[in-house]
């Protein structure tokens, strides 16, 4: 049933060869960088936390220096800058040649 499944969907696809669907899909070409950026917002608070109980004075300073650390939307717009990099280096260039093979080699 799943491999089924898989030449229908292969069959769906245009401009990808059938037998690349299960490791150079460009669909599912995508780097996740959200979820560490999740666990680096955590381990920055945390560290604020502990340098402003050690030192109160310190914490306003830290609050201002590491607040981009902290911004969510921070992560948001380096996970978009980083997959729109690697479509527009990896993925543009195989959708191209598959186009291009599939238009003239008929």
Do not use: W
Not at 84 to 103: D, E, K, Q
């Amino acid at each position: 049933m799943f491999v089924d499944n898989l030449a229908v969907h292969a069959q769906e696809t245009p401009f990808v060869v059938e037998n690349l669907q299960c490791y150079a899909n460009t669909k599912y070409l995508n780097i996740d960088l959200m979820t560490p950026g999740l666990y680096m917002r955590g381990a920055v608070r945390a560290a604020i936390t502990i340098g402003t109980s050690s030192c109160p004075v310190v914490g306003s300073v830290l609050d201002l220096v590491l607040y981009p650390v902290l911004d969510y939307n921070f992560y948001k717009a380096l996970h978009s800058a980083v997959n729109a990099a690697l479509h527009l280096v990896v993925g543009l260039p195989i959708i191209t040649f598959h186009r291009y093979c599939s238009l003239f080699s008929a």
